[in-house]
């Protein structure tokens, strides 16, 4: 199996910084692309940013220029550094991967949509 977990949420003020991390745990050969959702209360989940692992990126056009991604492959983590914080990226940012090879047993799987269970980011004065 293949499990996702985030860390770095919490409280920061206007304009400030926080950062993500997303580990992926088990006995992983490859991941493909991984990536950032957010989901703010009453609203649906939106991409934030994502990276191949042939190193493309791409991101919401409300975190532009504010939000980087970046990724250690040696370590299955992928991070989300996010500078310049406003109210409206308050919300639960949640970890993905689409898809992931991984050992089950003595059988090697191919283990798809992966998602971890969310941190929570609020940026409040």
């Known amino acids: 199996q293949v499990q996702l977990v985030e860390s770095g949420g919490g409280l920061v003020q206007p304009g400030g910084s926080l950062r993500l991390s997303c580990a992926a745990s088990?006995?992983?050969?490859?991941?493909?692309?991984m990536g950032w959702y957010r989901q703010a209360p009453g609203k649906q989940r939106d991409l934030v940013a994502t990276?191949?692992?042939?190193?493309?990126?791409n991101y919401a056009d409300s975190v532009k220029g504010r939000f980087t991604i970046s990724r250690d492959k040696a370590k299955n983590t992928v991070y989300l550094q996010m500078n310049s914080l406003r109210p409206e990226d308050t919300a639960v940012y949640y970890c993905?991967?689409?898809?992931?090879?991984?050992?089950?047993?003595?059988?090697?799987?191919?283990?798809?949509?992966?998602w971890g269970q969310g941190t929570q980011v609020t940026v409040s004065s």
């Open positions: 993905n991967a689409d898809w992931a090879i991984a050992w089950s047993g003595h059988v090697m799987k191919t283990f798809y949509d992966l």
């Open positions: 990276l191949t692992s042939g190193g493309n990126t």
């Open positions: 088990g006995s992983i050969v490859s991941i493909n692309a």
